[in-house]
């Protein structure tokens, strides 16, 4: 599922992003159960690899609903464990911005 998840989200139409988990888990057809957190899983592997091949994580490009428009807990404490983010709560927000322009400018 992870290659799906890329595909899709490098098709985007730039005015559809960032989508939300739910918009995610419904482009790809997933069914209950837990299609939420299979769509994090799969976006955890995709900022795995992205990490290993230096490339801006288009997971950045996948929001929650919930929150202010950005990505779960999740995508954070992942990022900060890849070394891609700062450690600080605070400055996480504006990192994200940052990685979000980066992903949408490498996926055209």
């Known amino acids: 599922m992870p290659a799906r998840l890329r595909q899709l989200l490098q098709i985007a139409p730039r005015d559809s992003l960032p989508m939300t988990y739910q918009q995610v888990a419904e482009a790809l057809g997933l069914q209950p159960?837990?299609?939420?957190?299979?769509?994090?899983?799969?976006?955890?592997?995709?900022?795995?690899?992205?990490?290993?091949?230096?490339?801006?994580?288009?997971?950045?490009?996948?929001?929650s609903r919930r929150g202010e428009g950005l990505p779960a807990q999740g995508f954070f404490d992942l990022a900060v464990e890849l070394g891609r983010f700062p450690a600080e709560p605070a400055?996480?927000?504006?990192?994200?911005?940052?990685?979000?322009?980066?992903a949408v400018v490498t996926k055209d």
């Open 33 to 63: 159960p837990r299609t939420i957190q299979r769509v994090a899983q799969a976006l955890e592997t995709l900022m795995r690899e992205d990490a290993e091949q230096g490339r801006p994580f288009v997971a950045a490009l996948v929001v």
């Open 91 to 102: 400055r996480w927000e504006e990192t994200w911005r940052e990685a979000f322009d980066r």
